[in-house]
Each structure stands twice: as structure tokens, then as C-alpha cells.
């Protein structure tokens, strides 16, 4: 039961490394979107503002997803 409780935690960690792995952005976004927390405290669509917000604030650190 506890193990199941974890990969609440651990799933939208493992597709975050995919995010970065596979260099592809709807898979970070996935990731946020499947946190317990974040979820917890906002919709959906606030999220993917959130995240869109975010993604172009931090532009230049993420560049490695555009290569």
C-alpha cells in the first residue's frame, strides 16, 4: 500500500527525466500536470498557463529542448 502511495510521487518524477531525455516539452508539462501538489492547488488550465508562463521565462535555460 505505502509503495503505491509513493508513485504518486515518483511518476511525475520519472517523466520529468523523460521530459529531459527525450527533449520534449508536453512531457514536462505532463509532469506538473501529475503532481500531487500542484494539482491540489490549481486547475488544469492554470497549470498549463503556469507552466507556459514559466517555460518562457526560463527560455534561455531551456534551449536544450529546441536543439
Keep these: ?3 503505491h502511495l ?3 510521487n515518483i511518476a511525475p518524477q520519472e517523466l520529468a527525466v523523460r ?3 527525450e527533449k520534449n516539452r508536453d512531457y514536462a ?3 506538473v500536470a501529475l503532481d500531487p501538489l500542484a ?3 490549481c486547475s488544469l488550465p492554470q497549470l498549463k498557463e503556469m507552466f507556459n ?3 518562457e521565462a526560463e527560455g534561455d535555460l531551456l534551449a ?3 536543439e
Design 1 to 3: 500500500q505505502l509503495a
Design 6 to 8: 509513493n508513485l504518486t
Design 19 to 21: 521530459a529531459v531525455l
Design 29 to 31: 508539462f505532463h509532469a
Design 39 to 41: 494539482r491540489s492547488v
Design 53 to 55: 508562463e514559466l517555460w
Design 64 to 66: 536544450y529542448f529546441s
